[in-house]
T-cell receptor, first 114, second 113 residues
């Protein structure tokens, strides 16, 4: 029973274009959402997060949108660069419910083509 | 700026052998975690610790043990290795559990044959 779903295993985008990575969740207790980026043979690195009290958070080329009614969030990368090629994990936590666990999706492999 | 350091990076174990995966962090974080990632899957929480001397089970704790004698170190013990424990293991730490990110080590790739 996957509580965090990333339905696209892979995505290819031309350099300079927008990359949109999607994530859906089922647990209504989740109140904090994060995106991690992972290169091969490295650990995940934190990219951007959003609290459930917001619907948008922006950091440079990265923007995360949260639609609570649809239980959906997305990560936009504009413009996409070859160095953005990596696996992106969506994660969620129910910190307000006292959970210590980050629940991860399976990841989406982004390839940015020069 | 070391962050979270895991050793070893790679290991091959025979079925029934034991080993300890080491994890240390230099950020003075109270919270530490062990995750495993199987191919094509997300990370699953094995054990976590909220401070020295306090540990608790995560989603997939069977076959593992942990200890937390200091703030810096959080080793993961496999007592009787099984092929199902072939995975990539990540240690992580965080300042808090509320609205904050976790910092991950580079991972240990373990193969049990």
């Amino acid at each position: 029973d996957q509580q965090v779903k990333q339905n696209s295993p892979s995505l290819s985008v031309q350099e300079g274009r927008i990359s949109i990575l999607n994530c859906d969740y089922t647990n209504s207790m989740f109140d904090y959402f994060l995106w991690y980026k992972k290169y091969p043979a490295e650990g995940p690195t934190f990219l951007i997060s959003i609290s459930s009290i917001k619907d948008k958070n922006e950091d440079g080329r990265f923007t995360v949108f949260l639609n609570k009614s649809a239980k959906h969030l997305s990560l936009h990368i504009v413009p996409s660069q070859p160095g953005d090629s990596a696996v992106y994990f969506c994660a969620a936590s129910a910190a307000g419910a006292g959970s210590y666990q980050l629940t991860f999706g399976k990841g989406t492999k982004l390839s940015v083509i020069p | 700026n070391a962050g979270v350091t895991q050793t070893p990076k790679f290991r091959i174990l025979k079925i029934g052998q034991s080993m300890t995966l080491q994890c240390t962090q230099d950020m003075n974080h109270n919270y530490m975690y062990w995750y495993r990632q199987d191919p094509g899957m997300g990370l699953k929480l094995i054990y976590y610790s909220v401070g020295a001397g306090i540990t608790d089970k995560g989603e997939v704790p069977n076959g593992y043990n942990v200890s937390r004698s200091t703030t810096e170190d959080f080793p993961l013990r496999l007592e009787l290795a099984a092929p199902s424990q072939t995975s990539v293991y990540f240690c992580a730490s965080s300042y808090s559990t509320v609205n904050t990110e976790a910092f991950f080590g580079q991972g240990t790739r373990l193969t049990v044959v």
